[in-house]
Nanobody, 123 residues
Framework: QVQLVESGGGLVQAGGSLRLSCAAS????????MGWFRQAPGKEREFVAV????????RYADSVKGRFTISRDNGKNTVYLQMNSLKPEDTAVYYC????????????????WGQGTQVTVSS
């Protein structure tokens, strides 16, 4: 069992930055790939980024590439999402999730999820 708790969301103006954190407890954090997803009102949940257990491999959605950075600190059991140059279309609830297999970009391949944190970008 893995428990995930996101934090760091909030309201920011377009062009601004936020850093999301996801703290994990339970089984060995460093064994899991960690992903970030988001869901805007009326839309399906979509992939944002994923990082391998060691942090050596990363994937991003095209929509955030060059603006968002995923990282992890296995000593602190935490994964981060640094979001820069935010746009109104980044407004969504952001979720972190874990899986023990690979760098999936599909939410159904993830085993454990946090409760989400709201990010709102005003124009």
């Amino acid at each position: 069992q893995v428990q995930l708790v996101e934090s760091g969301g909030g309201l920011v103006q377009a062009g601004g930055s936020l850093r999301l954190s996801c703290a994990a407890s339970g089984r060995t954090f460093s064994s899991y790939a960690m992903g970030w997803f988001r869901q805007a009102p009326g839309k399906e949940r979509e992939f944002v980024a994923v990082i391998s257990p060691s942090g050596g491999r990363i994937r991003y959605a095209d929509s955030v590439k060059g603006r968002f950075t995923i990282s992890r600190d296995n000593g602190k059991n935490t994964v981060y999402l640094q979001m820069n140059s935010l746009k109104p279309e980044d407004t969504a609830v952001y979720y972190c999730a874990s899986n023990s297999v690979a760098l999936f970009d599909t939410d159904r391949r993830y085993d454990y999820w946090g409760q989400g944190t709201q990010v709102t970008v005003s124009s």
